[in-house]
């Protein structure tokens, strides 16, 4: 039963890793979409945070695999400071 239940695992993990070297060679390698621009965007490996290239906000990375990013959350320090200047410039352009 032990040994069932190991194989069980070890089949889990192997068809898991396979996907994730698959995804890594695909076009997705390392991406994620930006939350403000939706730009796709490709952190340098285990980076823990990346400011995205084409709007500036910046992201709090976490890596549940080594090729693959997910955005944890915003860093607030650089995303409220273009917030206030994006609405500083439309309050600007209002008038
Ligand atoms: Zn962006």
């Not at 939350?35 to 709007?55: G, H, Q, T, W």
């Amino acid at each position: 039963m032990v040994w069932r239940r190991g194989r069980l695992i070890l089949s889990e993990e192997s068809r898991q890793e396979t996907t994730s070297e698959r995804t890594a060679r695909g076009r997705t390698h390392g991406a994620f979409r930006c939350l403000n621009c939706f730009e796709r965007i490709v952190p340098p490996e285990k980076a823990e945070s990346y400011k995205c290239p084409k709007c500036g906000f910046e992201w709090r990375v976490s890596w549940p695999s080594p090729t693959i990013p997910r955005i944890r959350g915003p860093v607030w320090e650089t995303n409220r400071r273009l917030t206030d200047e994006i609405m500083a410039k439309e309050k600007g352009q209002g008038k």
